[in-house]
């Protein structure tokens, strides 16, 4: 076998005790480390590997599980029925500065329109400068049919929901109808009426045909009950929120072009915490929003549908800022601290523009994805959730300014392809638990973050702090059993403020060998008992596992450049690993269940080739 000439590799070793790091590199390139040797020179040896007794198992206090919310009732079988009888029905025609109308249900004033009574009500036609207003009795069902309607109101909602028990708004079959405000609301009554369709009441559109609503002053639709849509293509340009329900927004098989000033689709009440959710079903989602895309003030929930979001700008409008203090100070645990101030990029002061929440998908408390494709593009984290955040399935593109996906709780990814692109941090939790999936990020500082860090990790990013559940300090956890993953991290690869466990799946880290990073960086414990781990990166303030069930090997190369290739084989030649880092590296740490404790491999480092102990 050859001999080191191109770099310097010296011993491998399995690393215990708390905080371990990397023995110190001794010698210069092109010096010949003794074959298989398990330590460092004598005079070091005692100091880098005194054994430290401890178990097989993380030390966080029990294993966190990811909960998600019951929806399946928030639409009903009346929700999705657009069907009506066009001979019972009672017919509204629009002339303009006019209306018409026989029936006892409808009351005409001008260019008001006023429906009264239970009923299904078609209309078509056009109001200049008018409005339909249903103001019917408490326990009143509406069913309202646009069939070629236009309506314009100067100063107020071209349709407003006073009272009923539910209005149920259909678009009949290849009609196309549009609803728009001339850019200002006038108070009319005691309701603060900011929509072009405003609804005190529970409303669920409905129906084949297409709607188009502009409200230049304000909102898109509201309802202050439930908001259902089950059917139709809709486009909303407004200058507040598309979608806004106050107890839930529930949708369904539609369509959605949405551009809007403040979120997309939005969730929220104020008197119920626990209400203010967002489900959706179905449909296809193209949302531009100076907001959020989607913001519930409690749940969202996702089971399918096509989205393609944009936040806040966009990830080329996030507030970036710079630091020339890589290299600076400590890591973590036994290798000290980093200084007070911020590296890479750190936060700034904040201004009016900051307090504006700017995400792809939001939750206030927990955010559950489990079919669909998404395509997002943020100024601040692609996903977020101030408690969990669960992902079982779906294809995700984020590009993002911040975190591409970030749970103050649990973050959970059970299956689904992810892609981060381009973000600050790449995966953000107080626990981050990855069972399976494909999963590849990008980040310019740390891949994948537990509980934040000493750094400016998960406590300022690029819009501000982030929060942890509890007191996070040496509390959090990278569990990671299966899937697939790959992290290219400008900062640390997998950074943990306490523990990191490796059980299963397939990990490759790729980090940078600049500033204080680490491949692996936690407080407490880092242990690997399955699965495949690859991992590269700096040796400044390197740790490898503190303890395994399987073999290890962790060694410090000279530098070598991206794209060289590790190869590590068995006795027989059998290649066990092989991997060609995207990035320059100055440590290779290497684990695999084929890998046995006390047993010899032979790693291959571009042509330099030597034999190790695991």
């Known amino acids: 076998m050859k001999k080191w000439g191109i770099y310097c590799l010296l011993a491998a070793v399995l690393l215990t005790g708390c905080a371990p790091k990397l023995p110190a590199v001794e010698g210069t390139m092109g010096t010949e480390p003794t074959a298989g040797s398990t330590a460092p020179p004598e005079s070091t040896a005692a100091q880098e590997t005194t054994t430290v007794t401890r178990p097989l198992e ?62 299904t009500y078609v209309l078509s036609g056009s109001l200049n400068d008018g409005m339909i207003v249903v103001d019917a009795g408490k326990k009143d069902k509406i069913q309202l049919v646009l069939d070629g309607v236009s309506i314009h109101s100067r100063t107020s ?91 839930d927004v529930a949708l369904s098989d539609a369509a959605f072009t949405i551009v809007s000033g403040k979120d997309g689709i939005h969730g929220e009440n104020k008197d119920d915490a626990a209400l203010g959710l967002v489900y959706i079903e179905s449909g296809s989602f193209d949302i531009e929003a100076e907001g959020d895309g989607i913001s519930a003030a409690s749940t969202l929930q996702i089971l399918d549908g096509s989205f393609t979001v944009v936040s806040g700008g966009g ?96 973050l959970s990814v059970t299956g689904g392809s992810i892609t981060v692109s381009q973000s600050y941090e790449g995966l953000e939790g107080l626990h981050v638990l990855i069972s399976g999936g494909d999963i590849r990020i990008y980040a310019s500082d740390d891949g994948l973050n537990a509980a934040g860090g000493a750094d400016q990790s998960g406590f300022g990013g690029m819009r501000g702090n982030d929060r942890f559940g509890g007191s996070s300090a040496s509390k959090g956890s990278i569990q990671i059993s299966g899937g697939k993953l790959y992290v290219n991290a400008g900062g640390d690869g997998l950074d943990a403020n306490g523990t990191i466990t490796v059980s299963g799946g397939n990990t490759v880290v790729c980090g940078p060998t600049r500033g204080d990073t680490a491949t692996l960086d936690y407080d407490i414990s880092g242990i690997i008992t399955g699965g495949t781990f690859i991992g590269t990166g700096a040796s400044g303030m390197a740790q490898s596992f503190s303890d395994s069930r399987q073999g290890v090997i962790a060694v410090r190369v000279g530098n070598a450049p991206a794209g060289t290739q590790i190869t590590l084989t068995d006795k027989s030649g059998a290649v066990i690993l092989s991997h060609a ?14 890998m046995v404790k006390g047993q010899s491999y032979v790693l291959s480092v571009g042509t330099a080739s030597e034999e190790f102990t695991a």
């Open 58 to 119: 993380p030390t966080t206090d029990s294993q966190p599980t990811a909960e998600t919310v019951d929806t399946s009732e928030l639409i009903s079988k009346r929700d999705r029925k657009d069907e009506y009888d066009a001979e019972e029905s009672v017919r509204i025609y629009l002339n303009g500065d006019s209306a018409k109308c026989s029936a006892d249900g409808v009351t005409i004033s001008g260019s008001r329109v006023t429906v009264t009574q239970e009923g």
């Open 157 to 247: 909602a071209p349709i407003y929901i006073l009272q009923s028990d539910k209005v149920f708004i259909t678009l009949a079959a290849g009609s196309e109808n549009t609803l728009s405000n001339g850019g200002s609301f006038v108070a009319m009554d005691e309701n603060d009426i900011d929509a072009a369709v405003f609804s005190k009441e529970d409303v669920t559109f409905n129906g084949k045909g297409s709607l188009a609503v502009t409200s230049p002053a304000g909102h898109g639709i509201v309802s202050k009950d439930s908001l259902t849509v089950t059917g139709g293509s809709y486009r909303i340009t407004c200058s507040g929120h598309g979608l806004c329900g106050k107890d």
């Open 315 to 410: 990830s080329v409008n996030a507030a970036q800022q710079t630091s020339d203090r890589w290299g600076m100070g400590g890591g973590h645990g036994a290798m000290g601290s980093r200084p007070g101030g911020s590296w890479g990029w750190g936060a700034s002061s904040q201004t009016e523009e900051d307090n504006t929440s700017i995400k792809g998908l939001k939750a206030g408390t927990a955010l559950s994805i489990s079919g669909g494709s998404f395509d997002i593009d943020s100024a601040d984290d692609g996903i977020h959730a101030d408690g969990n955040v669960t992902v079982s399935g779906g294809s995700f593109s984020v590009e993002t300014g911040d975190d591409g996906i970030h749970a103050d709780e649990i």
């Open 581 to 594: 880092p995207e990035l320059s590296y100055d440590v290779v740490i290497l684990s695999s269940p084929e």
